[in-house]
């Protein structure tokens, strides 16, 4: 197929364009734009080489002496939608900073449902994506560890934002689904479950509930969560022994 590589390489590393040749009728920005709405408006299964050329108002075959794979699509997605991070001054309180990461990329990941899917080590070596890295680390300047550390600890808030939205795309997913409301979905089957733990087969459920009966603060979990995984980092927050 044109423009396809018979050995492996990384899109960042291929010449946006030859020195030969008529001028490219596109730039792997206008690619990864359009790419980028497709997924938007109708999610990450509808982004195809065929759709993305439409969008664009050329042929199939022709993308492919831009993008030769749809991994390296992909890619460009996420550089494109990386550009959106903000880079700030850090204040210098690394569990301050790093909690302003977390809550920006989960926004992002609001405005762009399709991105947790591709929240992978394989498309992190994009431009954009390196500055957010190293915006990250530059978070970490006040944090006492070596390097490795840090990007372990930068990995696991990365993964705990990743699959908290996850969960909460999923959910808002299925509700829209639902053929009546969320309301009456929700009422049926807490009653169900109440009648289950009432019946006295789950003493422990019995007394979760009876401690709390909700409703979930989810605001309050996906701090928490964070609070969890920079307290397990923070040496101040060590229980002593």
Request: hydrophobic share 45%; proline share 6%; net charge negative.
């Amino acid at each position: 197929m044109a423009g396809r590589a018979d050995v492996p390489e990384v899109i960042w590393a291929r010449p946006e364009r030859t020195g030969r040749g008529p001028r490219p009728a596109f730039t792997r920005a206008d690619i990864a734009a359009a790419a980028v709405r497709i997924a938007d408006a109708r999610g990450l299964d509808a982004v195809s080489m065929r759709h993305v050329a439409a969008e664009l108002g050329c042929g199939t075959m022709s993308l492919y002496n831009y993008v030769p794979r749809k991994e390296d699509l992909y890619e460009l997605m996420v550089d494109a939608v990386s550009a959106e991070h903000e880079l700030w001054e850090p204040a210098g309180d690394w569990r301050a900073d790093l909690l302003r990461v977390a809550y920006q990329a989960r926004a992002l990941m609001h405005r762009h449902p399709w991105l947790p899917a591709l929240m992978s080590p394989v498309y992190g070596f994009s431009p954009n994506a390196l500055r957010y890295l190293e915006h990250c680390l530059t978070c970490l300047d006040s944090f006492d560890g070596t390097y490795g550390t840090k990007f372990e600890l930068i990995a696991m808030v990365n993964g705990v934002v990743t699959t908290y939205v996850g969960n909460e795309l999923a959910t808002a997913e299925r509700a829209r689904a639902l053929p009546w409301s969320e309301e009456r979905e929700n009422a049926v089957r807490i009653a169900y479950l109440g009648g289950r733990v009432a019946s006295g087969a789950y003493p422990r459920l019995a007394a979760a509930f009876a401690e709390d009966s909700g409703p979930i603060d989810l605001e309050g979990v996906f701090r928490r969560a964070l609070d969890r995984v920079l307290d397990g980092f923070d040496p101040s927050r060590r229980a002593p022994g």
